[in-house]
């Protein structure tokens, strides 16, 4: 059974900042890509930034220069370092990975969501 764990949500100020984090654990074989998505109240979800196992990262583009997406492979691990936080960053955010359970298993992982809440 694989889990993702995520935590560092919270209340934050404008213009403050936020790091969240997103642990992976059970029995797989790699991960490859993970990511961060978020869904606001009557939104869909949507992608924030994503990093590939080789470290290639992508942002949407609300988030560019503000945002920070980084892994250690090692430990299975994913965070976002969020800076310069607006109103508008308010949501559910949710940790994805994609993981080769086994050599003929391969599926995409939610973690539970952690509330960001920034207040103007």
């Known amino acids: 059974q694989v889990e993702l764990v995520e935590s560092g949500g919270g209340l934050v100020q404008a213009g403050g900042s936020l790091r969240l984090s997103c642990a992976a654990s059970g029995r797989f074989l790699s991960i490859n890509t993970m990511g961060w998505y978020r869904q606001a109240p009557g939104n869909q979800r949507e992608l924030v930034a994503t990093i590939t196992s080789g470290g290639s990262t992508n942002y949407a583009d609300s988030v560019k220069g503000r945002f920070a997406i980084s892994r250690d492979n090692a430990k299975n691990t994913v965070s976002l370092q969020m800076n310069t936080l607006k109103p508008e960053d308010t949501a559910v955010y949710y940790c994805?990975?994609?993981?080769?359970?086994?050599?003929?298993?391969?599926?995409?992982?939610w973690g539970q969501g952690t509330q960001v809440t920034v207040s103007s």
């Open positions: 994805r990975a994609d993981i080769d359970v086994t050599v003929w298993e391969k599926r995409a992982y």
